[in-house]
């Protein structure tokens, strides 16, 4: 069987206000730190409502392309507009919320019992973990692949080896989340700071507190821009 010929969907307005940006920024040579114009006069040049161009640039904060600044403007965050497809994005926003509740259930309680029977290599790889991550940041990055090797660093920690093979059931779903919140403004000094004070907890032994301080983090992670997105089925 082929998808190829499943139902057509039709093209939201703010949708093809998206590829407009994404042309004009390619063709403006714009770059990482450059305003847009107005969205008063993208409405009037593109001839369409405010309302449109309002939800093209929600979907690019949402991805963390653009960033809206207090006192007026909307800067890009990348050199480029490379607009993930908003079905995908749909989809996503869907699943999320699963996700995040996974991962808090399972997250806590690995760090609850990473606190009992951590070893001084335990320590030492997620200490490791955070060493990277602080690398990735100052070197302007989101921190990714730090933040996977500290959660795969706490799991280990756990020595739960049925906990580990759940973990390893939904790691792309994890990776997806990783990802949205760490693109949040702001967000991965933020989670930084939270994995620090979880590796403190298990470090001293504590399994109450770094239940407690994984679950905040958690928390965090599930505040996402994607999940006050409304994708809407049409624009004016």
Avoid: C, N
Avoid at 39 to 66: F, N, T, Y
Avoid at 71 to 99: A, F, I, K, N, Q
Avoid at 178 to 201: F, V
């Amino acid at each position: 069987m082929t998808d190829a010929l499943r139902p057509m969907t039709k093209q939201r307005l703010y949708e093809q206000v998206l590829d407009r940006l994404r042309q004009y920024v390619v063709e403006g040579g714009l770059k990482a730190g450059d305003r847009l114009p107005p969205e008063r006069d993208l409405a009037q040049r593109l001839g369409v409502s405010r309302a449109s161009v309002k939800q093209a640039i929600v979907v690019l904060e949402v991805q963390g392309l653009v960033e809206a600044r207090h006192g007026g403007g909307t800067y890009l965050v990348r050199d480029s507009l490379d607009v993930e497809p908003v079905e995908r994005m749909v989809e996503r926003r869907r699943r999320l919320p699963d996700v995040l509740d996974a991962r808090e259930a399972l997250e806590t309680k690995l760090a609850e019992l990473a606190a009992e029977r951590r070893t001084e290599d335990d320590l030492t790889a997620m200490r490791d973990a955070l060493g990277h991550m602080a690398g990735e940041i100052e070197r302007d990055g989101h921190g990714v692949e730090g933040d996977r090797l500290f959660h795969a660093a706490v799991t280990a920690a756990a020595h739960s080896s049925l906990l580990a093979e759940f973990m390893r059931t939904i790691a792309d779903q994890i990776a997806e989340s990783r990802t949205e919140s760490l693109r949040q403004p702001g967000r991965p000094d933020r989670s930084l700071a939270q994995h620090r004070a979880i590796l403190d907890a298990i470090a001293a032994g504590e399994p109450r507190r770094a239940a407690s301080a994984m679950r905040r983090h958690v928390r965090t992670v599930a505040k996402v821009r994607l999940l006050d997105w409304d994708p809407g089925d049409s624009a004016s």
